[in-house]
């Protein structure tokens, strides 16, 4: 059936509605394809497309609201961004799949998702839609934010770290300027929830001190977390007594069975600090989120790309013709695991489905490194940042010299006893 602007409304998702909400959508995406039309190619220049290609836009935004009608039996009329998120799962998982019950392949996922993103560039900016502005996919299905992103080297690795620790340090309360005080103030008014005039001394010691951002930080470097887990991450993923972050084998970035994954001893204070203080903000009250933006919303690509720049200037880490992203984060943990505790080790932690995948994403390292723990490649990184060790030191370790490096991660650990080989 040929497209109709004027009732933008397939017969399909007509029937699968009731009370005539498609009345309500039919004007929405009547908009939504005029604007696509004028300016759908390139907002900021005014380059709009085809009436064939809006028209696909509105035939694939159709496809998912009645998608998201039948499987989560929504009420709403518009779809929402928090709706936009669960369509994302079910083409993860494979839940929505074509007429002929076959899952759809990463071209078709890509433009579904790409659709979504439209819309919402659309909502941000034409209805001022702040929730739409925030949007961004947990997975986009593409190729390019795995093997285009480039990664870190060790040191700047572990300078990462360091940077994450000090990302929230003010000034000294009482050597801050007026106009230094006012600013901060104002910030910490928001993030506490009280008037400016409250905002004592003790505010700003616990805002240096924040674990939010060190343990998410710790945490990805140590399992290579993309940000669709961090995305979904909750708090009872974390058992710290045994030390490990437990992933659903649905909530998995490349669902395999559930991985119980270990967590390096820094990490893990650092976590546990971290759900101390997360009882003290308002905005955890309601949801089991491991962690939030300062929005009060789950991370995303968009806002974990953000955070890391701001980790990449406070570190002195040069990002010019480089694509850092937070695929950079994952990929350099999973390049230096592999070297350093196996190639079955990188695989498990990146939860590759075979090997053969890890080795062809990660193999970029020529170095051989060997036998550390899984946090022997940041606390290795950030000794060398902070001159804890000399550039000689660390090139015998990754030269493979086991009997310095378990020299060396026994006193980076304050370890005076054995390690086991």
């Not at 990184?381 to 902070?386: E, L, P, Q, T, V």
Request: net charge negative; hydrophobic share 35%; glycine share 6%.
């Amino acid at each position: 059936m040929a497209f109709d602007p004027a009732d933008p409304v397939s017969r399909e998702t007509k029937n699968v509605l009731e009370n005539d909400l498609w009345v309500v959508i039919a004007a929405d995406w009547q908009l939504f394809y005029e604007w696509m039309q004028q300016e759908g190619k390139n907002p900021e220049a005014g380059n709009g497309l085809s009436d064939s290609v809006a028209a696909n836009y509105v035939w694939r935004l159709d496809q998912i609201h009645r998608a998201l009608w039948q499987k989560l039996e929504l009420e709403s009329s518009l779809v929402t961004p928090a709706q936009a998120s669960a369509f994302v799962d079910l083409l993860e998982n494979d839940e929505f799949r074509t007429q002929s019950g076959e899952p759809y392949g990463g071209n078709s996922k890509r433009k579904f998702v790409n659709t979504l993103q439209k819309y919402a560039v659309w909502k941000a900016r034409e209805f001022d839609a702040d929730e739409w502005a925030e949007w961004e996919p947990q997975e986009t299905f593409g190729q390019s934010s795995y093997d285009s992103s480039d990664i870190f080297d060790l040191e700047e690795f572990g300078r990462l770290t360091e940077a994450a620790k000090r990302l929230n340090e003010l000034p000294d309360y009482e050597e801050a300027t007026p106009e230094q005080r006012d600013e901060i103030n104002a910030r910490l008014a928001q993030r506490f929830h009280k008037p400016k005039s409250r905002v004592s001394p003790e505010d700003w010691d616990h805002e240096e001190n924040g674990a939010k951002i060190p343990s998410l930080v710790m945490t990805a470097q140590d399992l290579a977390l993309p940000p669709i887990e961090i995305h979904r991450a909750t708090v009872d993923w974390l058992d710290l007594e045994r030390g490990v972050l437990d992933i659903p084998e649905e909530k998995a970035s490349k669902q395999r069975e559930s991985t119980e994954l270990s967590l390096s001893p820094p990490t893990q204070e650092q976590l546990a600090t971290w759900l101390d203080e997360r009882e003290q903000y308002e905005k955890y009250d309601d949801t089991d989120a491991l962690w939030l933006n300062e929005r009060g919303n789950r991370y995303t690509s968009k806002t974990l790309n953000a955070l890391l720049e701001k980790l990449c200037d406070e570190a002195g880490i040069d990002r010019d013709g480089r694509n850092i992203t937070w695929y950079s984060v994952r990929r350099t943990a999973g390049t230096y695991l592999k070297e350093y505790d196996s190639l079955e080790m990188a695989g498990d932690v990146l939860r590759h489905e075979d090997l053969d995948t890890t080795d062809e994403h990660y193999s970029e390292i020529v170095r051989e490194v060997q036998r550390t723990s899984v946090s022997g490649v940041r606390e290795l990184g950030a000794a060398r940042a902070s001159g804890e060790l000399s550039e000689s030191e660390v090139g015998q370790i990754l030269s493979g010299n086991v009997s310095v490096l378990l020299e060396l991660v026994r006193e980076l650990n304050g370890d005076t006893g054995s390690i086991a080989e």
